[in-house]
């Protein structure tokens, strides 16, 4: 073993590494370094590559190869480089590393041709779209007052449109209030008043129809062949209309007659009791569905 062989074993050691973590920190095989520290310098595939491992090994162990080489140059194997089939695994690493860093350095000048051409494309299109569409309108000046126009008549199409389709709806509407008009208002006849409850009979109409004025908040309660139609308290200025010819009879709960008005059929009813606001009024009316007098 030689001296520069125990120095670099020493330091090592000193160090904590073991032979298996120095090489995977040199990337020089462990059969290697052994004959480093061996000083089997011959097992090695050359002096060259010996004394570029060595240099490996010292700054491995943070060493300064530089004055290792010196204190220990008649240890060291002469610096002859040869020629040789075998290239360090460090010596790879570092030829790939010299590649990509060639890469990395023209990357860019790469990136800024590819952008230029890629803008230089883009305004060429819309050159192209523009040129074509002032092709179009030369060709055609007419064209943009043309559509215009079209677009202008549309409108005036729809609008007409919906003004005839409103007069229909509103004819519609006054056709059927001038035959509900006239038709027969019936008769209604008072049967009987006990209590708070009066019961009267319409007859000789086809119609059933009710409306209810509020003049203040008041609840009013419409019952039809024994089912709530109508069940809550009506707003000052609200009105309540039915159409109740389906029903043979109904009767209406009316807390505040004094403050409720009721028609039927068009026809105002006079409250039998007096209207108060103690009292609830019920008005029960029987309807005989027909045209006959």
């Known amino acids: 073993m030689s001296d520069l062989g125990n120095f670099l074993k020493q330091k090592r050691e000193e160090k904590g590494l073991s032979l298996e973590e120095l090489q995977t920190i040199t990337k020089i095989q462990k059969r290697y370094l052994q004959a480093i520290e061996e000083g089997r310098y011959d097992v090695l595939p050359g002096s060259f590559y010996a004394r570029a491992f060595i240099k490996n090994y010292c700054e491995a162990v943070h060493l300064n190869y530089e ?37 990395i350095r023209f990357l860019p000048s790469v990136v800024i041709v590819v952008v230029v051409l890629a803008l230089f494309l883009g305004i060429w299109k819309l050159y192209q779209h523009f040129s074509a569409a002032d092709h179009v309108e030369q060709k055609n000046p007419e064209t943009g007052i043309e559509m215009e126009k079209d677009k202008k008549a549309k409108e005036a199409d729809r609008l007409k449109k919906q003004k005839e389709e409103e007069a229909a709806k509103v004819n519609k509407e006054k056709e059927k209030a001038k035959k509900d008009a006239d038709k027969p208002k019936g008769t209604l006849s008072k049967i009987s008043t006990v209590g708070n409850r009066t019961t009267y009979e319409l007859k ?14 008041a609840y009013i309660g419409i019952k039809g062949d024994g089912a ?14 039915r159409d109740l010819s389906d029903k043979k009879e109904v009767d209406f709960n009316i807390a505040k007659s004094h403050m409720t008005d009721l028609k039927i059929n068009g026809q105002p009813i006079t409250y039998p009791v007096e209207p108060s606001s103690m009292m609830h009024q019920h008005i029960i009316i029987k309807f005989t569905k027909s045209t006959q007098p």
């Open 67 to 103: 004055e290792v080489f010196e204190e220990y140059e008649n240890d060291l194997p002469k610096s002859v480089k040869e020629v040789t089939e075998y290239t360090p695994r460090s010596e790879k690493t570092r030829q790939v590393e010299t590649k990509d860093a060639i890469f």
């Open 228 to 241: 709530f139609i109508v069940n809550t308290t009506i707003k000052k200025g609200d009105k309540v209309k």
């Open 204 to 217: 000789n109409t086809d119609q059933f129809k009710a409306e209810v004025t509020m003049r203040d908040d």
